[in-house]
Nanobody
Framework: QLQLVESGGGLVQPGGSLELSCAAS???????IGWFRQAPGKEREGVGC????????NVADSVKGRFTITRDNAENTAYLQIKSLKPEDTAVYYC??????????????????????WGRGTQVTVSS
């Protein structure tokens, strides 16, 4: 059973940077990883994803240029780097996994319903 654990969240001042990690364990399969966030009172939204082999990456238009997604399969970890943080980036950030068997090696799905496994999230708060 695949398990995902996010880390790296915290309190950051506007304009600062963070790197969130998503560590996967419990399987030898390959998975595409999606990053999502949910702000208080709002629906969960996708911010981007990366294919199982790392060569297919999508970043939401709303955060493009500030959010970068990478992965290190040797470490079974995916990363979400965020720069120029804004108060509206405050949210719980989640990573999720979709099996490569269904997505292919070079594609990552962008819809919430296409992901089977979810981490518990890490809180990011942007405030001065």
């Amino acid at each position: 059973q695949l398990q995902l654990v996010e880390s790296g969240g915290g309190l950051v001042q506007p304009g600062g940077s963070l790197e969130l990690s998503c560590a996967a364990s419990g399987t030898e399969d390959f998975y595409a990883i999606g990053w999502f966030r949910q702000a208080p009172g709002k629906e969960r939204e996708g911010v981007g994803c990366i294919s199982s082999r790392g060569d297919g990456i999508n970043v939401a238009d709303s955060v493009k240029g500030r959010f970068t997604i990478t992965r290190d399969n040797a470490e079974n970890t995916a990363y979400l780097q965020i720069k120029s943080l804004k108060p509206e980036d405050t949210a719980v950030y989640y990573c999720a996994a979709a099996n490569e068997y269904y997505t292919g090696a070079t594609y990552c799905p962008q819809g919430i319903s296409q992901y089977d496994y979810w981490g518990r999230g890490t809180q990011v708060t942007v405030s001065s």
